[in-house]
């Protein structure tokens, strides 16, 4: 395979995470539910995945062999995979059990980030703080995987466990765009740079599963009280 297809491959993988990374604010800070946001969350998941599958790609390439980009890319295409296909489980609970093909996205998960856990420690082991990035990823990754089973096997009493799930994998996808653009332009030096996005993603995210949660609870206690 020649270095030009490749260099275009590259091209391409930065042309899709760069629309996914500006698109994918605008689903972040818009209203949740509306149509914006859902049109908004289409393409970031569209071109999350494909560039997701490009660095996927790259990274198995004669000459371009990259175990860490390879690791990043499944993590991202399983929190945006996993992160859609949530509401659609969520009909399916209402009326079968899920198929055997819904375990393989988490199992995946799981094993890959078995992977990144020993090649993480393995790199720290070396001096390597991107090891630190791996570890952290898999464990994150890893204990998400490891609940998408919990839940195909029973059914969630919470009933907006499905909205939390969508918003913390969605936004974990996006955190992948972020992280990968601020390593690449070099905004932040060394391991602070991977692990940035990570925090701030995470204060999103529990701010809103806050806020919903509080929401469905004011919500709760005006019905008891009209009821009486």
Not at 70 to 97: N, T
Not at 106 to 111: K, S
Request: glycine share 10%; with cysteine; aromatic share 12%.
């Amino acid at each position: 395979m020649s270095e030009d297809f490749i260099r275009i491959l590259i091209y391409t993988h930065a042309i899709f995470g760069g629309i996914a990374l500006l698109i994918g604010l605008v689903a972040l800070i818009v209203t949740k539910g509306n149509n914006l946001h859902r049109t908004a969350g289409k393409i970031f998941y569209y071109c999350m995945l494909t560039g997701a599958s490009l660095a996927i790609i790259i990274s198995l390439l004669p000459n371009h062999e990259n175990a860490f980009l390879f690791s990043i890319g499944i993590f991202s295409c399983y929190m945006i995979l996993s992160g859609r296909r949530i509401l659609h489980l969520k009909k399916l609970f209402k009326g079968q059990q899920p198929a055997m093909k819904e375990f393989f996205l988490p199992a995946l998960m799981i094993i890959t980030g078995i992977g990144m856990l020993a090649y993480g420690i393995s790199l720290k082991s070396n001096g390597d703080n991107n090891g630190i990035v791996l570890i952290v990823f898999a464990c994150i990754g890893g204990s998400m995987a490891l609940r998408d089973i919990q839940m195909l096997r029973s059914k969630p009493t919470d009933k907006k466990f499905w909205l939390y799930q969508h918003i913390s994998k969605m936004t974990g996808g996006y955190i992948a765009a972020v992280t990968a653009f601020v390593v690449v332009n070099e905004f932040i030096p060394g391991i602070y740079g991977w692990l940035s996005p990570s925090v701030i993603g995470t204060i999103y995210i529990i701010y809103h599963q806050i806020r919903f949660r509080k929401k469905g609870e004011k919500i709760l206690a005006e019905r008891n009280i009209e009821n009486g």
